[in-house]
């Protein structure tokens, strides 16, 4: 295996015109580059549809300008219908989950820095790298047509259950051209995602630089090859399931339709199909990719927390086997999004026993983090404060996962705003808060140049308590049984809750316009920014070794040779309290001293 | 900015635990049989996960205001007893304290899902179709007639698609777009899907399950106090999915038996 991927590596040589350059390029370090900039626009079109849908929410009959651009018969004089506001709902959780939160902290940052991190040149394939790219960038654009395309994108939410997502138009907007978009588009990012696992795998199994065992590669290069091992098996199930609809939508197969099924007084053309076959595809790709949107952010975590305290965390080796249990685990667990599905009852219990066990290499990496602080040398840096908020964010989406995880319990909170708060904060802000911290940390090295701190820590206060005000309220509202999903409340019960809906309206738009100040601070800082040194945040691992930017072959042709542990903070050296990874000289750590 | 980070996350704590604690939102009250077991498993799932949540964040809050921003040459320490400690108290704390949720939890879910409905529990039909629910009473026989999916016609109030000339079963059956049910008596309600998936939430009654295309799926329960509760669907159906709702009346017997009467001339 070494020695095929070892010599299927490209040596490319530098390129030259714009076009190898810049767009189809085989350098790993353009195409993060070019995954970051998808999953920015991708997070900036999903961050607008969450806006919209708030706006509705707060105030259902209220006309916002222009929506009616958008789509004449889904916003009729700039009034939402309750089918638009799905199909935007839609849209926001397969744009955020895929195109964002799998995008940006594995791909993305992955795909710059995998290679540097563990002394590599590039990737084993690259070509395979650039293609998963690009067929991705095709699958953001095949989904976003459906906005053009067709009466619109589908509105069978993000988890597209069957038999809504197989049954065709008569399904209702959406559920025809838009479907089969969605499919083509998410069918289209597994392969990528799958080409990209490939390579984060070989990378990280036989490219390692001379010295590097696979106990001295960083946290954030065990994150990416744990997320890439599960990356590997979730998305190779999603893809034929989302093939299989299409099979239903143009084939005439039954794959995911049952039998005499009657909708608008008409017997469906099908038979013999599982509409539960569905959901177990579904979420043994859906729950892992809770852990493929996290695990990357536990290793930034780390990662920067370890550079920030100046010392090593308590035990690496216990957080790396942690990320490892949690990637198992997180295909046991998956029917936990089925309890009151109608499976067998017994298997609820299967599955609920091993969703609470998965909570124990959670919380030891909780405490690992948090009992790290005592006796460091913390500095509070943008990258250092989205770390900490994510510690923060990390328990409170986690701790309502003791609720989600009983089947008694999830009688009463399934299918309300209680499962909406705990998997935006556990799963979307905190993976946010991961991708925050990486890019603070990591722009010097990506750009050349220094992002504003100020104006980093303004981006933070704003989004953290931000956060809060909104993901905190969607849990009491579970509570109340405010089932989610809906365009308009109109149930008694629901009437009350309408306020608390207002409030998070508030705070989303508030806490979303914080983000244009990060955006702003991106673009300015890339042309205008202070040029960044080689290695700003005193940092020991390789990527801090080689120049800033680095250059195409990353290490201008040297070949670095590693001689310590990932994270030697805390110790006396020529340098500081800091020894690089590729640095020969001898240390002396002092946290052991008495 | 390090100290003003720590009080913050405390207050944010302490905030967020406050509408939990006066029970700002909270389900309504239990009016079922075995909703306590349920309540019980909440209440006592909240205080176990409201402390874990509590400490968390006051412990990272402590060491954050303590150990940022010292100054270079300040001892770099090692938490006493180091990962070892930590670890042995997740998995004896905190493995414990799941292991007995989930054990516990089991009789509340057992009580609904995995004890069959009594003999003489009364059955009722329900069938969910985009976007309302319908409901069927077997009538003075007893006995529910054959559904034949391709007679459902809306337009002419043949929900269940029943065949009322050839099927004499059918005739005496009950169909309404409301339910009702005697207060204190067990009901099996056999619930099936006409079209996609959706679902039966009661809140007041402690129930949910979803509708699957395909499959009848049945849950039993008994209501115990009268009054007029919402049934909504919590599974995501289409364009009409947030209308999708019925009301559930739970009356006292004799009502009941002259609310079946009016319904069954209406027929």
Redesign the interface.
Same mark, same amino acid.
């Given at each position: 295996m070494h020695d095929i991927a070892a010599h299927a590596v490209q040596h490319h040589a530098p390129p030259t015109s714009f076009i190898r350059k810049h767009v189809f390029s085989l350098d790993h370090k353009v195409i993060g580059k070019q995954y970051y900039a998808l999953a920015l626009v991708a997070a900036i079109c999903g961050m607008f549809l969450s806006w919209l849908m708030r706006i509705h929410l707060g105030w259902n009959n209220t006309a916002i300008p222009g929506l009616q651009l958008l789509s004449k018969t889904g916003a009729p004089g700039g009034v939402m219908?309750?089918?638009y506001y799905?199909q935007l709902m839609t849209m926001h959780g397969t744009i955020m989950v895929f195109f964002v939160l799998t995008t940006a902290p594995f791909a993305a940052f992955g795909n710059f820095f995998l290679p540097i991190q563990v002394g590599a040149e590039d990737m084993p394939f690259p070509r395979f790298n650039m293609m998963s790219f690009w067929v991705t960038f095709v699958a953001f654009l095949v989904l976003m047509s459906s906005f053009i395309f067709g009466d619109g994108p589908t509105?069978?939410?993000w988890t597209q259950?069957?038999?809504?997502n197989a049954?065709g138009s008569v399904?209702?907007?959406g559920?025809g051209l838009g479907v089969i978009l969605w499919m083509v588009s998410i069918a289209l990012f597994c392969i990528g995602q799958l080409l990209g696992s490939l390579n984060f795998i070989t990378t990280t199994l036989d490219l390692r630089a001379k010295g590097m065992s696979l106990m001295r590669l960083p946290m954030t290069a065990w994150a990416w090859f744990i997320t890439s091992c599960m990356g590997l098996t979730a998305f190779s199930v999603l893809m034929p399931a989302c093939i299989l609809v299409i099979l239903d939508h143009v084939a005439g197969t039954s794959f995911f339709?049952?039998?005499?099924?009657?909708?608008n007084?008409q017997?469906q053309p099908h038979s013999g199909?599982?509409?539960?076959l569905w959901q177990h595809l579904f979420w043994f790709f859906g729950h892992p990719e809770v852990y493929i949107a996290i695990v990357p952010g536990i290793g930034i975590v780390s990662h920067i927390l370890i550079t920030s305290?100046?010392?090593q965390?308590?035990?690496q080796r216990?957080l790396i086997y942690c990320m490892g249990a949690l990637a198992v685990l997180s295909y046991m667990v998956y029917g936990h999004h089925m309890f009151?599905?109608?499976m067998n009852?017994?298997s609820?219990?299967a599955f609920?026993?091993p969703t609470?066990?998965i909570? +124990?290499p959670a919380?030891?990496v909780?405490?690992?983090w948090? #009992?790290?602080?005592?006796?460091?040398?913390?500095? =509070?840096t943008s990258a250092s404060?989205f770390a900490?908020g994510f +510690?923060?964010m990390f328990?409170?989406g986690g701790?309502?996962g #003791?609720?989600l995880?009983?089947?008694?319990?999830d =009688?009463?909170l399934?299918?309300?705003y209680f499962v909406v708060g705990h998997f935006h904060m556990v799963m979307a802000v905190a993976a946010m808060f991961g991708i925050f911290a990486g890019t603070y940390f990591w722009f010097p090295k990506m750009a050349g140049r220094m992002m504003n701190e100020t104006l980093g820590?303004i981006h933070f206060w704003l989004s953290?308590?931000g956060a809060?005000c909104i993901f905190?309220p969607f849990h009491?509202?579970g509570?109340?049984?405010n089932?989610?999903?809906?365009?308009?409340?109109?149930?008694?019960?629901l009437q009350p809750?309408i306020p608390?809906h207002r409030w998070i309206t508030v705070a989303a738009l508030i806490t979303g316009a914080a983000q244009l100040i990060f955006i702003y601070n991106l673009i300015h800082s890339r042309f205008w920014g202070k040029p960044a040194p080689d290695n700003p945040w005193e940092a020991t691992s390789l990527e801090w070794s080689t120049a800033t930017p680095p250059p195409w072959d990353n290490f201008g042709g040297k070949h670095p040779v590693v001689y310590h542990d990932p994270y030697q903070?805390?110790v006396q050296s020529s340098v500081g309290?800091y020894v690089m990874q590729t640095s020969p000289e001898q240390v002396k750590t002092?946290?052991?001293e008495k | 900015m390090a100290k003003f980070f720590s009080v913050t996350i405390i207050v944010i704590a302490i905030l967020s635990a406050i509408p939990i604690l006066r029970h700002t939102w909270v389900a309504p009250e239990d009016i079922s049989t075995h909703g306590h077991l349920i309540d019980e498993q909440m209440s006592e799932t909240m205080a176990e996960a409201g402390i874990a949540f509590l400490a968390a964040q006051f412990v990272l809050a402590v060491f954050i205001w303590q150990f940022s921003n010292r100054a270079p040459d300040a001892k770099i320490k090692r938490f006493p007893g180091g990962a070892t400690g930590l670890v042995i108290a997740a998995f004896l704390v905190v493995g414990i304290e799941v292991l007995a949720l989930g054990v516990f939890g089991v009789k509340a879910w057992a009580d609904q899902y995995l004890t069959p409905p009594s003999a003489n529990a009364m059955p009722i039909q329900v069938q969910a179709g985009q976007f309302a629910f319908y409901f069927r009473y077997p009538g003075p026989d007893g006995t529910f007639g054959p559904t034949h999916p391709e007679l459902i016609n809306e337009s002419q109030q043949n929900f269940f698609g029943l065949d009322l000339d050839h099927d004499p079963d059918s005739k005496d059956d009950i169909v309404t777009a409301e339910m009702a049910i005697p207060v204190n008596k067990e009901i099996h309600l056999l619930m099936h899907s006409k079209d996609v998936g959706h679902s039966f939430f009661v809140r007041e009654l402690r129930v949910q399950q979803d509708f699957v295309p395909g499959l009848d799926v049945s849950l039993h329960f008994t209501a115990t106090k009268i009054g007029k509760y919402e049934i909504v669907c919590t599974q995501l159906c289409g364009l009409g999915h947030y209308n999708m709702k019925a009301y559930l009346e739970v009356m006292s017997q004799s009502d009941y038996d002259d609310w079946l009467k009016k319904e069954a001339a209406l027929q």
């Amino acid at each position: 295996m070494h020695d095929i991927a070892a010599h299927a590596v490209q040596h490319h040589a530098p390129p030259t015109s714009f076009i190898r350059k810049h767009v189809f390029s085989l350098d790993h370090k353009v195409i993060g580059k070019q995954y970051y900039a998808l999953a920015l626009v991708a997070a900036i079109c999903g961050m607008f549809l969450s806006w919209l849908m708030r706006i509705h929410l707060g105030w259902n009959n209220t006309a916002i300008p222009g929506l009616q651009l958008l789509s004449k018969t889904g916003a009729p004089g700039g009034v939402m219908t309750p089918e638009y506001y799905l199909q935007l709902m839609t849209m926001h959780g397969t744009i955020m989950v895929f195109f964002v939160l799998t995008t940006a902290p594995f791909a993305a940052f992955g795909n710059f820095f995998l290679p540097i991190q563990v002394g590599a040149e590039d990737m084993p394939f690259p070509r395979f790298n650039m293609m998963s790219f690009w067929v991705t960038f095709v699958a953001f654009l095949v989904l976003m047509s459906s906005f053009i395309f067709g009466d619109g994108p589908t509105l069978g939410g993000w988890t597209q259950y069957a038999p809504l997502n197989a049954v065709g138009s008569v399904g209702g907007p959406g559920q025809g051209l838009g479907v089969i978009l969605w499919m083509v588009s998410i069918a289209l990012f597994c392969i990528g995602q799958l080409l990209g696992s490939l390579n984060f795998i070989t990378t990280t199994l036989d490219l390692r630089a001379k010295g590097m065992s696979l106990m001295r590669l960083p946290m954030t290069a065990w994150a990416w090859f744990i997320t890439s091992c599960m990356g590997l098996t979730a998305f190779s199930v999603l893809m034929p399931a989302c093939i299989l609809v299409i099979l239903d939508h143009v084939a005439g197969t039954s794959f995911f339709v049952s039998s005499n099924e009657v909708i608008n007084d008409q017997l469906q053309p099908h038979s013999g199909g599982s509409t539960l076959l569905w959901q177990h595809l579904f979420w043994f790709f859906g729950h892992p990719e809770v852990y493929i949107a996290i695990v990357p952010g536990i290793g930034i975590v780390s990662h920067i927390l370890i550079t920030s305290m100046r010392k090593q965390m308590l035990s690496q080796r216990v957080l790396i086997y942690c990320m490892g249990a949690l990637a198992v685990l997180s295909y046991m667990v998956y029917g936990h999004h089925m309890f009151v599905s109608g499976m067998n009852p017994y298997s609820a219990l299967a599955f609920s026993f091993p969703t609470l066990i998965i909570t +124990i290499p959670a919380t030891i990496v909780v405490l690992i983090w948090t #009992f790290s602080l005592y006796g460091s040398r913390l500095r =509070i840096t943008s990258a250092s404060l989205f770390a900490l908020g994510f +510690i923060s964010m990390f328990v409170s989406g986690g701790v309502s996962g #003791f609720f989600l995880a009983q089947p008694s319990i999830d =009688i009463m909170l399934h299918g309300t705003y209680f499962v909406v708060g705990h998997f935006h904060m556990v799963m979307a802000v905190a993976a946010m808060f991961g991708i925050f911290a990486g890019t603070y940390f990591w722009f010097p090295k990506m750009a050349g140049r220094m992002m504003n701190e100020t104006l980093g820590k303004i981006h933070f206060w704003l989004s953290f308590v931000g956060a809060y005000c909104i993901f905190m309220p969607f849990h009491y509202l579970g509570m109340a049984g405010n089932v989610r999903r809906y365009a308009t409340f109109v149930d008694d019960y629901l009437q009350p809750l309408i306020p608390v809906h207002r409030w998070i309206t508030v705070a989303a738009l508030i806490t979303g316009a914080a983000q244009l100040i990060f955006i702003y601070n991106l673009i300015h800082s890339r042309f205008w920014g202070k040029p960044a040194p080689d290695n700003p945040w005193e940092a020991t691992s390789l990527e801090w070794s080689t120049a800033t930017p680095p250059p195409w072959d990353n290490f201008g042709g040297k070949h670095p040779v590693v001689y310590h542990d990932p994270y030697q903070y805390g110790v006396q050296s020529s340098v500081g309290d800091y020894v690089m990874q590729t640095s020969p000289e001898q240390v002396k750590t002092d946290h052991d001293e008495k | 900015m390090a100290k003003f980070f720590s009080v913050t996350i405390i207050v944010i704590a302490i905030l967020s635990a406050i509408p939990i604690l006066r029970h700002t939102w909270v389900a309504p009250e239990d009016i079922s049989t075995h909703g306590h077991l349920i309540d019980e498993q909440m209440s006592e799932t909240m205080a176990e996960a409201g402390i874990a949540f509590l400490a968390a964040q006051f412990v990272l809050a402590v060491f954050i205001w303590q150990f940022s921003n010292r100054a270079p040459d300040a001892k770099i320490k090692r938490f006493p007893g180091g990962a070892t400690g930590l670890v042995i108290a997740a998995f004896l704390v905190v493995g414990i304290e799941v292991l007995a949720l989930g054990v516990f939890g089991v009789k509340a879910w057992a009580d609904q899902y995995l004890t069959p409905p009594s003999a003489n529990a009364m059955p009722i039909q329900v069938q969910a179709g985009q976007f309302a629910f319908y409901f069927r009473y077997p009538g003075p026989d007893g006995t529910f007639g054959p559904t034949h999916p391709e007679l459902i016609n809306e337009s002419q109030q043949n929900f269940f698609g029943l065949d009322l000339d050839h099927d004499p079963d059918s005739k005496d059956d009950i169909v309404t777009a409301e339910m009702a049910i005697p207060v204190n008596k067990e009901i099996h309600l056999l619930m099936h899907s006409k079209d996609v998936g959706h679902s039966f939430f009661v809140r007041e009654l402690r129930v949910q399950q979803d509708f699957v295309p395909g499959l009848d799926v049945s849950l039993h329960f008994t209501a115990t106090k009268i009054g007029k509760y919402e049934i909504v669907c919590t599974q995501l159906c289409g364009l009409g999915h947030y209308n999708m709702k019925a009301y559930l009346e739970v009356m006292s017997q004799s009502d009941y038996d002259d609310w079946l009467k009016k319904e069954a001339a209406l027929q």
